[in-house]
């Protein structure tokens, strides 16, 4: 029975289908990693291995020395990248058993949470590299996994409401930036968390307490090295009413029109 707060009786029966949803992805992850690295790596499982090197040091010459010690050919630029979201996909997929995460009591802890995020961007790597859903998959064994909060339910629940929200992809960076651009005066390259958001142009305007940017920005995962160009509008009215748009980069005709 719950309390009035919607908390039942504090119990761990989460922990196992908890841990059986991880095993379940990890395991599942492992002929389509394999088999894809192998197109780039000489050995995957000693570069995902090695890869703490990189994690360390991210610098351009220490991932040169990554690539040229690992790769079975010489890679384009686009290779690089997947290969990166390969060691990403697994990086993230030791992440999610950080012991924290069954350190507490409830399923919807932040600790918790935290190594479900990491697997939903294991989640979102495999989903980009191979353009196959897995999410439902997952979401069925981590359904098994109940809270003790009756408004959390139970792991598929908590995923969609705590997880979902906090994956990030280039294009909400890009509306970051947008957003923030009214309130601070980023010069033309800006390190933003794990991002480089390089300016290409933008137009601002003030009437009274309302302001207007239009702009244009590239976005580069300096993790994945992944990049993309955006063009936005972002409108600010006063007080707390925000507005804006992002649109992939097109061409210069589109971006004069807009």
């Not at 064994?141 to 809270?147: F, G, I, V």
């Not at 804006?244 to 029109?257: L, P, Q, T, V």
Request: neutral net charge; aromatic residues 10%; hydrophobic residues 40%.
């Amino acid at each position: 029975p719950a309390d009035e707060r919607g908390v039942g009786d504090p119990n761990q029966a989460w922990r196992e289908p908890l841990r059986n949803a991880l095993d379940w992805l990890r395991n599942a992850l492992v002929a389509p990693f394999e088999k894809k690295a192998k197109q780039y790596l000489k050995d995957p499982w000693q570069a995902r291995n090695d890869y703490v090197d990189v994690v360390i040091d991210r610098s351009p010459d220490n991932l040169e020395r990554f690539f040229t010690r690992h790769s079975v050919r010489t890679l384009t630029s686009t290779d690089k990248i997947t290969v990166l979201k390969l060691l990403e996909m697994q990086r993230h997929l030791m992440l999610m058993y950080t012991s924290c995460g069954w350190f507490f009591d409830e399923l919807s802890g932040i600790e918790t949470v935290q190594i479900i995020q990491y697997a939903g961007r294991a989640i979102q790597l495999y989903n980009d590299i191979f353009n196959t859903d897995i999410e439902a998959g997952f979401l069925e064994q981590l359904e098994q996994a109940k809270s003790n909060i009756s408004a959390h339910r139970d792991g598929r629940r908590i995923f969609k409401k705590f997880v979902k929200p906090a994956m990030i992809d280039l294009r909400k960076v890009a509306a970051h930036y947008a957003v923030s651009s009214l309130f601070e005066d980023y010069p033309e390259q800006e390190n933003i968390y794990c991002y480089t958001a390089s300016r290409r142009h933008c137009h601002s305007a003030e009437a009274g307490r309302a302001k207007l940017a239009v702009g244009r920005v590239n976005i580069t995962s300096r993790v994945v090295q992944e990049s993309a160009g955006f063009y936005f509008g972002v409108i600010h009215l006063g007080d707390h009413n925000l507005a804006c748009g992002i649109r992939e980069y097109m061409d210069e005709e589109s971006y004069r029109r807009l």
